[in-house]
């Protein structure tokens, strides 16, 4: 039988094992994956015990007492992961230490074009300029691993109903991630982190449409088209009939419907931490 066990070396500045957690839960014994039980009547315990050394310096798990709320206040202010308390804005639709969702109102907004290969009938974009453009209104999904970035046709709050559409940003993939490019990440994941995040997509150089980008519109022209129309006629809003719903590419061979296309609350329960 192979040995699993974890040896320790008490070294002056090592981390030294203090404590166990030991969880206890109704079911049958051996079970392999026992939180995937179907079952809703499951009963749970958990305990702390101290750990002691025995002659030869091993630990040992002592008597245990229940395991309270306290501490795991203690335990997580240990391991850097206190949340704390904050007042959320109005646009704010998930606050997790591992997920934020928010939404912003349509708006015109300063935009920075710099198209690596423009085309040759261009009017305003052309040239690198930062010129003011109407952004539709959006919806953001942040991560510890990135930012989902969508567009919504309503300006209004979205609902886990409301529809999701295709952002026409330029530095935001078909997926809906955004190309981060050489812009740093936020390192937080808080509303404090909101203006960095919506910075890093509004406030970042367009080069060029990602791959299958200039399909997420309908109309005449394309993705660039549609933006340097609107920064010529100096629009103040964005034709969000022209935006087409978000529907993920199926892992498999199938034909997707409008059935399919996404919604704010299936986006964010897809995100959300397992």
Known sequence: MSDHSTQFEATSGSLVLTNAI????????????????QRQDIAAFASIH?????????????????????HLHQWTEAL???????????????????????????????????????????RALSERTVVPVPYPPHFFVATRSGLGVYALKANERP???????HSPVLNVFVDGSLCWGNIPMPKALSVISIPDFERAVFDSWSTHPNP???LTVTGKGGLVALWDDLAARRSKRFPVGR???????????VRRTPADAMTVGKLISECAPR
Do not use: C
């Open 243 to 253: 935006l087409k719903p978000f529907i993920p590419e199926p892992r498999r061979q």
């Open 50 to 70: 101290t750990i002691k050394q025995d002659a030869d310096g091993r630990p040992t798990i002592s008597a245990g007492v229940p395991l309270l709320r306290e």
């Open 80 to 122: 850097g992961k206190t949340v704390l308390p904050e007042i959320l804005p109005s646009t704010v639709l998930v606050a997790h230490p591992d997920l934020l969702a928010w939404w912003t109102p349509a708006q015109v907004r300063p935009a920075y074009f710099a198209l690596s290969s423009p085309p040759a009938d261009l």
């Open 159 to 165: 609902t886990a109903d409301t529809r999701v559409m």
């Open 22 to 37: 030991l969880l206890y839960r109704s079911g049958t014994p051996g079970n392999p994956d026992p939180y995937r039980s």
């Open 212 to 214: 299958g980008q200039e």
